[in-house]
Nanobody, 115 residues
Framework: QVQLVESGGGLVQAGGSLSLSCETSGIVSMINAMDWYRQAPGKQRELVGTITSGGLTNYADSVKGRFSISRGNAKNSVNLQMNSLKPEDTGVYYC?????????WGQGTQVTVDS
């Protein structure tokens, strides 16, 4: 059974930092890319950033220069370092893994940025 577990969310003051982690288990297919999405209250889920199997990264314009995606130390894990956080970064952050067979979602972790 595939599981994706996000951690590291919480409450932070504007200008602060948080680091999210996504640990996976049960994935046997080759991973093409790992993404972070977020969903603010009343809004659609949006792509925050991606890291490919080759290590290439790309980010939403709204987080460029502030957020950074990297591979975790554990196999098939991914991190999201978030700096200079703004109130508009508030939302539930989801890990998303794309394999050659299908994609998987984590359950999400809440990030709240207080102004």
């Amino acid at each position: 059974q595939v599981q994706l577990v996000e951690s590291g969310g919480g409450l932070v003051q504007a200008g602060g930092s948080l680091s999210l982690s996504c640990e996976t288990s049960g994935i046997v297919s080759m991973i093409n890319a790992m993404d972070w999405y977020r969903q603010a209250p009343g809004k659609q889920r949006e792509l925050v950033g991606t890291i490919t199997s080759g290590g290439l990264t790309n980010y939403a314009d709204s987080v460029k220069g502030r957020f950074s995606i990297s591979r975790g130390n554990a196999k098939n894990s991914v991190n999201l370092q978030m700096n200079s956080l703004k109130p508009e970064d508030t939302g539930v952050y989801y890990c998303h893994v794309r394999t050659v067979i299908r994609a998987y979602w984590g359950q999400g972790t809440q990030v709240t940025v207080d102004s």
